[in-house]
T-cell receptor, first 110, second 113 residues
Framework: ELKVEQNPLFLSMQEGKNYTIYCNYSTTSDRLYWYRQDPGKSLESLFVLLSNGAVKQEGRLMASLDTKARLSTLHITAAVHDLSATYFCAVIQGAQKLVFGQGTRLTINP | DAGITQSPRHKVTETGTPVTLRCHQTENHRYMYWYRQDPGHGLRLIHYSYGVKDTDKGEVSDGYSVSRSKTEDFLLTLESATSSQTSVYFC????????????FGDGTRLSIL
């Protein structure tokens, strides 16, 4: 059974700082997704990582995938308040089933 | 905007009553999904569909059934609602090939008293 674990689950940081969210998964998969969710809202797709060594960047967010270590990271550079949200990673099981991590609630303080 | 509409957006009902949630899409995507979101669990897949009348179970399918009689509509039914099914329910579609992300609707907040 595929398990996906994120850490930390809660993160409070100051604007301008850098930090990394980690996503570990328990069985082989070659597709990993990152989503963002604002309070009371839907999920927004951020990144799709499809191969070992894949790196994607959008603004202050950068995601990477190491399939051998079964690890993905979401790195935040020079955080700004607008990045406050809950971030989820999700891993494909089989062809269709997405298994989500618990989410990381990120709060960025001015 | 992935063209997904969930209805109702909010519902309060009593234990033992049947409940049906609807997911409607406008772009004829083949794959549709139902998830529930609970604190500390992220999202968990309930059922999914890969075409009209083609469905399969997800991680937490007990107590739920689904139907897809038209490409655009995917219905989730709680035959006899229980308090443990109080949750936020999200519908999703996948546009394009297997590497594409799923896109989510706005969710239905369901409370069972």
């Amino acid at each position: 059974e595929l398990k996906v674990e994120q850490n930390p689950l809660f993160l409070s940081m100051q604007e301008g700082k850098n930090y990394t969210i980690y996503c570990n998964y328990s069985t082989t998969s070659d597709r990993l997704y990152w989503y963002r969710q604002d309070p009371g809202k839907s999920l927004e797709s951020l990144f799709v990582l499809l191969s070992n060594g894949a790196v994607k960047q959008e603004g202050r967010l950068m995601a990477s995938l190491d399939t051998k270590a079964r690890l993905s990271t979401l790195h935040i550079t020079a955080a700004v308040h607008d990045l406050s949200a809950t971030y989820f990673c999700a891993v494909i099981q089989g062809a269709q089933k997405l298994v989500f991590g618990q989410g990381t609630r990120l709060t960025i303080n001015p | 905007d992935a063209g997904i509409t969930q209805s109702p957006r909010h519902k309060v009902t009593e234990t033992g009553t049947p409940v049906t949630l609807r997911c409607h899409q406008t772009e004829n995507h083949r794959y549709m999904y139902w998830y529930r979101q609970d604190p500390g669990h992220g999202l968990r897949l309930i059922h999914y569909s890969y075409g009209v009348k083609d469905t399969d179970k997800g991680e937490v399918s007990d107590g739920y059934s689904v139907s897809r009689s038209k490409t655009e509509d995917f219905l989730l039914t709680l035959e006899s609602a229980t308090s443990s099914q109080t949750s936020v329910y999200f519908c999703a579609i996948r546009a394009g090939g297997s590497g594409q992300p799923q896109h989510f609707g706005d969710g239905t907040r369901l409370s069972i008293l």
